[in-house]
């Protein structure tokens, strides 16, 4: 079977590549299935504290396999809908920091799948946009749950009703991309950001992700309930004391650097 994700590891960073360029890496069956493979096979790996996704060619992703799509009925078209965003959520929940490095287009379900990572960086050559209502169909990939969620329901409608394509300072002015590159230095600036999380207490910021992300699908009040818990979690870790050992003795904390619990 041909390889449509490739991955790799440098030291602490895993990278995964979307490899299917003569199609803009659009998301077909194949594709997602090797991507939820590929996913299984970065969980298992304890040694990996970032994970970087990026595409092959000239595109990111750009979109959902419009040619496969074209002959499906509501059925299919609900399953594959199902699959796709429970592959996108196993992305969002997996305990350590994934950034997408955008190289080009990001549209229909490639700006969703973007914005099911956690940080976002983007080549100035990367467009985006929710073109689906062209194509007779709403967004599947939940881009009309995390758009609204990451720019505001106003904006969101904006790009969603219209379909329209932006370019990537106008996503970083939306709040859609974290920061704007030049092509050439997406790669190393994606890692250089990977590199100060590594950093840190893998297990803080696993514990800082799931607080972030669980916390914004509750109330205020319950949002600051998860939090008092998860923050009394940290003291289960000896990076807690190593921590705050290395800041009363002057030195530089020395951390466990393994997903695998103390
Ligand atoms: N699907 C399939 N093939 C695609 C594709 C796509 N999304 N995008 C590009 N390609 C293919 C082109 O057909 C072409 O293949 P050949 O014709 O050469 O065989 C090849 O990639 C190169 O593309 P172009 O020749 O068009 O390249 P250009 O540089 O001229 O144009 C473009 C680049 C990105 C502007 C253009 O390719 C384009 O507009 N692509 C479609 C973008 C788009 O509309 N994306 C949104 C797709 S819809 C759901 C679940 C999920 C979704 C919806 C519902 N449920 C079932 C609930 C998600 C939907 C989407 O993402």
Redesign the pocket.
């Known amino acids: 079977m041909s390889r449509l994700i490739k991955w790799e590891k440098e030291g602490a960073i895993g990278i995964i590549t979307i490899n299917s360029p003569?199609?803009?890496n659009?998301?077909?069956t194949q594709v997602l299935a090797q991507l939820d493979e590929c996913i299984d096979e970065v969980e298992k790996e304890e040694s990996i504290g970032v994970l970087i996704l990026t595409g092959e060619g000239?595109?990111f992703v750009?979109?959902?396999?419009?040619?496969?799509?074209l002959p499906?009925d509501a059925k299919q078209?609900?399953?594959?809908?199902?699959n796709?965003?429970r592959i996108f959520r196993r992305l969002e929940t997996l305990p350590m920091p994934v950034i997408a490095a955008i190289n080009g287009?990001a549209?229909?379900?490639?700006n969703?799948l973007a914005m099911a990572c956690d940080i976002r960086i983007a080549s100035e050559k990367a467009?985006f946009?929710?073109?689906?209502v062209?194509?007779g169909?709403?967004?599947?990939?939940a881009?009309t749950q995390r758009l609204p969620r990451l720019i505001g329901p106003a904006a969101a409608k904006e790009l969603i009703y219209t379909g329209k394509?932006i370019g990537a300072q106008e996503a970083k002015e939306l709040g859609l991309v974290n920061r704007v590159v030049a092509p050439e230095e997406l790669m190393d600036v994606a890692k250089g950001l990977a590199e100060d999380i590594l950093k840190n207490s893998w297990n803080a910021v696993a514990l800082s992700k799931k607080a972030i992300n669980d916390g914004l699908q509750l109330d205020i009040e319950s949002a600051m309930d998860l939090e008092a818990k998860i923050f009394g979690e940290c003291f289960l870790s000896p990076d807690q004391k190593e921590g705050m050992s290395a800041f009363v003795e002057k030195r530089s904390a020395k951390f466990n650097h393994s997903r695998r619990k103390a």
């Open positions: 003569a199609t803009l659009a998301l077909n000239k595109a750009a979109g959902a396999d419009i040619k496969e799509m499906l078209g609900e399953k594959l809908g199902a796709g965003s287009f549209l229909g379900g490639g969703e467009k946009g929710q073109p689906e062209g194509l169909i709403t967004p599947g990939f881009g394509i």
